[in-house]
């Protein structure tokens, strides 16, 4: 049976475009549909929308009000499914031709953050936003009642569908390269040995961009409670403002500037925890280092309360005082290198693999597809 992925807009790095390149590996004879395809050669043969050949395409916050119906006006085509990868709009779309009427699905890493949930995401607090908020929320929501099956990224997420979309939805995990993080460590490159040489022997991870609702701010509070120093790992707006904080504290913290692969592979394992504060609808980075062996305090609202077992590969904060972080980071240490890794592979791609595959043939009557040497 012949399929279409449709995806919001495509870029070189991000978790969303990580889901969309394994659907394409699981699915590689369906059609792929974008707004714009800006991920440098990533993705090959993805047809783009309209939008990539205006100057909107240039600035995401301009372009919303026209998606709704650019996602409307798609070309005609012929398919028995339509799969839509969505963060934004992408489940409004609606092709020409037999495709229009051929069951869709949407795999949604969330409803609009900052359409639904402003207060998660600073770009929708504006007054601005909040009025386009108030008029899209019922035509989003319209939408939503298409699909003949949604997947959520996490359980955290499915309750956010079905609080804003009054839908009910399978829980299926992101695919994560657990394999390549549990791997034998990879030679990195002359600089990156010279920082590895310059870090403590025992060192409190944060790894994100640098950006306030991240909050890194706690890793440095983390640290300051146990007594241990931290390590930065990342880059971004916030940088300023992070090295301020940690000017005012007695803790040691170093920066290490946006980390090549094999760099974070290796500041995962070497790490005592990784420190993960965030509030995220799944959280990647956990999994990766629970995948090297090594536990992880994070938050106990999002989705990193679905991946990190509390007591057995990390320690869930409640309240981040002083107090509560102490014990967490003792209890985190205590975890055994093996459970983090084996808890891990439980968010591999292979089962995302085999989950999205049985999801979809359930969904339209059609036949799992085989899993090819790819995704093994």
Not at 98 to 105: C, M, T
Not at 156 to 163: E, G, L, M, T, Y
Not at 341 to 352: G, I, L, S, Y
């Amino acid at each position: 049976m012949s399929g279409i992925l449709v995806h919001e807009w495509l870029a070189r790095h991000g978790g969303s475009e990580n889901v969309f390149e394994v659907l394409s590996r699981t699915f590689p004879d369906a059609e792929r549909f974008c707004l714009w395809d800006d991920s440098d050669g990533r993705f090959a043969g993805v047809h783009e929308t309209v939008l990539a050949r205006t100057p909107l395409r240039r600035s995401k916050a301009v372009a919303l009000p026209f998606m709704p119906s650019v996602w409307r006006h798609l070309p005609a085509r012929h398919a028995d499914w339509v799969l839509c990868s969505s963060h934004l709009f992408s489940h409004h779309a609606r092709f020409a031709g037999p495709a229009r009427d051929a069951p869709k699905l949407v795999y949604a890493h969330t409803p609009a953050r900052y359409i639904w949930v402003p207060g998660l995401d600073g770009r929708g607090r504006g007054p601005a936003a909040r009025t386009g908020s108030s008029l899209l929320r019922p035509l989003d929501r319209k939408r939503a009642a298409e699909p003949v099956a949604i997947a959520a990224n996490s359980a955290f997420v499915a309750q956010r569908i079905a609080d804003t979309w009054e839908r009910e939805s399978t829980v299926i995990h992101p695919p994560i390269d657990v394999a390549a993080f549990a791997a034998p460590p990879a030679e990195v490159a002359p600089a990156e040995r010279a920082t590895l040489a310059e870090l403590p022997a025992e060192f409190l991870l944060g790894v994100s961009r640098f950006v306030p609702y991240k909050r890194l701010d706690r890793v440095i509070e983390t640290g300051l409670a146990a007594g241990v120093p931290v390590v930065l790992a990342g880059g971004g707006p916030d940088e300023g403002r992070l090295r301020a904080i940690a000017a005012k504290r007695s803790g040691r913290v170093i920066f290490v500037r946006d980390p090549s692969s094999g760099l974070l592979a290796e500041l995962y394992r070497r790490a005592l925890a990784l420190v993960f504060p965030a509030v995220e609808d799944f959280g990647i980075m956990p999994v990766e280092a629970m995948a090297t062996g090594t536990p992880v305090v994070a938050n106990a609202i999002g989705g990193t309360a679905e991946t990190v077992v509390d007591g057995a590969t990390g320690a869930l904060v409640h309240e981040w005082t002083r107090t509560e972080l102490r014990t967490a980071v003792d209890r985190a240490v205590a975890a055994r290198a093996e459970a983090c890794v084996a808890r891990a592979f439980e968010f591999d791609t292979p089962v995302f693999v085999d989950r999205i595959g049985n999801w979809l043939a359930t969904a339209t009557g059609s036949p799992p597809p085989a899993r090819s040497a790819e995704v093994r």
